[in-house]
């Protein structure tokens, strides 16, 4: 099993600021990651696939980067809707797999 | 717009089989290049990817829940669901339902489209 590991746990900043947030695979998943947004009470919502493809209707702000083992998504200025959790997830073909990691939060300094 | 909705019990007992059923809405289940999956999150905790079904019935699952868990599709219906045996409290999580693309679909390997989901607890 190819296991997700995120840092920092916590992510404390202001709005305005930079925030870089990090997934590393325990082994290559080439460029088959994904990011998610998740928010008190709501579903994950997608953020970014293969790694630097922003998904439908997410703002510009959002951006991934990375292949093999290590990733970064970065927002380049917090908005307040911003500050939530932070997902990445891996697919793999053989065996087929999908795992998560363990999550980021954003939260507000 | 696709939309998902889970629907099923949201108390379970012990032992028991929990029974969830994903309507999808606003387009059909019967596209050749998505999966239906279902993810689970155990209160407070992160996301836990259970398994996918593809509409011409083809699974996967995951390897730590593949004994106690089978998914079937009705297009009739434009419904997936999910069954998973023997629950205990370790069970107890909101289940969502969700679209993964792949192939030259756009998004592949990613869930674009979520429900909004249901919460199970397993209890006696």
């Known amino acids: 099993e190819i296991v997700l590991t995120q840092s920092p746990a916590t992510l404390s900043l202001s709005p305005g600021e930079r925030a870089t947030l990090s997934c590393r695979a325990s082994?290559?998943?080439?460029?088959?990651l994904a990011w998610y947004q998740q928010k008190p009470g709501q579903a994950p919502r997608l953020l970014i696939y293969?790694?630097?493809n922003r998904a439908t209707g997410i703002p510009a702000r959002f951006s991934g980067s990375g292949s093999g083992t290590d990733f970064t998504l970065t927002i380049s200025s917090l908005e307040p809707e911003d500050f939530a959790v932070y997902y990445c997830?891996?697919?793999?073909?053989?065996?087929?797999?999908?795992?998560f990691g363990p999550g980021t939060k954003v939260d507000i300094k | 717009q696709l939309q998902l909705q889970e629907s099923g019990p949201g108390l379970v007992k012990p032992s028991e089989t929990l029974s969830l059923t994903c309507t999808v809405s606003?387009?059909?289940?019967?596209?050749?290049?998505?999966?239906w999956g279902w993810i689970r999150q155990p209160p407070g905790k992160g996301l836990e990817w259970i398994g996918n079904?593809?509409?011409?019935?083809?699974?996967e699952y995951n390897v730590s829940l593949k004994s106690r868990v089978t998914m079937s599709v009705d297009t009739s219906k434009n419904q997936f669901s999910l069954k998973l045996s023997s629950v205990t409290a370790a069970d107890t999580a909101m289940y969502y339902c969700?679209?993964?693309?792949?192939?030259?679909?756009?998004?592949?390997?990613?869930?674009?489209?979520w429900g909004q989901g249901t919460m199970v607890t397993v209890s006696s």
């Open positions: 969700a679209r993964r693309p792949f192939g030259a679909a756009s998004a592949p390997g990613a869930f674009d489209i």
């Open positions: 079904i593809h509409y011409r019935g083809s699974t």
């Open positions: 606003g387009g059909s289940i019967s596209s050749s290049s998505y999966f």
């Open positions: 997830q891996q697919r793999s073909s053989w065996p087929p797999e999908v795992t």
């Open positions: 082994q290559s998943v080439s460029t088959y």
């Open positions: 293969d790694a630097s």
